[in-house]
């Protein structure tokens, strides 16, 4: 099992940027392929960008592509979201979630352990 904690969120205007991190308990994070999933208010919660075990493989969601990286430090375990060129519509509660699958997986349904969300709000 794994604890998973979120910070580095908060309020930023529209263009600026922000980075997540999400720590993690334990000492088998390398076994874990990671993802950031957001929720909007009266949405959905969609995958934003995954990132495989040791780091070499990394996928994201359209709407995030090329202004968002995932990365990871697996001697530290953390996973971290930086973003930039925010846009209003990237408000959303922020979850980091950790999948025992070999795969990135886009749907929240692979990911067993989630953490508690960190609040991101971009002003226009």
């Known amino acids: 099992q794994v604890q998973l904690v979120e910070s580095g969120g908060g309020l930023v205007q529209a263009g600026g940027s922000l980075r997540l991190s999400c720590a993690a308990s334990?000492?088998?994070?390398?076994?874990?392929?990671m993802g950031w999933f957001r929720q909007a208010p009266g949405k959905e919660r969609e995958f934003v960008a995954g990132i495989s075990r040791n780091g070499g493989r990394t996928s994201y969601a359209s709407v995030v592509q090329g202004r968002f990286t995932i990365s990871r430090d697996n001697a530290k375990s953390t996973v971290f979201l930086q973003m930039n060129s925010l846009k209003p519509e990237d408000t959303a509660v922020y979850y980091c979630a950790a999948s025992w699958g070999g795969a990135i997986l886009l749907g929240q349904q692979g990911y067993a352990y989630w953490g508690q969300g960190t609040q991101v709000t971009v002003s226009s």
């Open positions: 334990g000492r088998t994070f390398n076994s874990y392929v």
